[in-house]
């Protein structure tokens, strides 16, 4: 239906930034709703940051002011743009695109942040 690539993560100091990008094939991308989700070990997968087919964004308290999600549409792609980064960030993060009832995942993409 869609095929979801993330790829941006790896190991950065706290306080630094990362820039998380999405890739989406196979599905006309401007109809979904997109949101970045991650997973720390032994917590459960939680909502960083979501975006309309519209270009409304949300993010939950512990993110905002540091999170910035966007699309682009016409590459078929959404970013994760991640400033002032805190250990507590370090998790598996995962690309997602949903329409109506249907949610579809990517493999995920693995942000350590430490000292």
């Known amino acids: 239906q869609v095929q979801l690539v993330e790829s941006g993560g790896g190991l950065v100091q706290p306080g630094g930034s990362l820039r998380l990008s999405c890739a989406a094939s196979?599905?006309?991308?401007?109809?979904?709703?997109m949101a970045w989700y991650r997973q720390a070990p032994g917590k459960e997968r939680e909502l960083v940051a979501g975006?309309?087919?519209?270009?409304?964004?949300n993010y939950p308290d512990s993110v905002k002011g540091r999170f910035t999600i966007s699309r682009d549409n016409a590459k078929n792609a959404v970013y994760l743009q991640m400033n002032s980064l805190k250990p507590e960030d370090t998790a598996v993060y995962y690309c997602?695109?949903?329409?109506?009832?249907?949610?579809?995942w990517g493999q995920g993409t693995l942000v350590t942040v430490s000292s």
């Open positions: 997602s695109a949903s329409r109506g009832s249907y949610r579809h």
């Open positions: 975006i309309t087919s519209g270009g409304r964004t």
């Open positions: 196979g599905s006309i991308f401007s109809v979904y709703a």
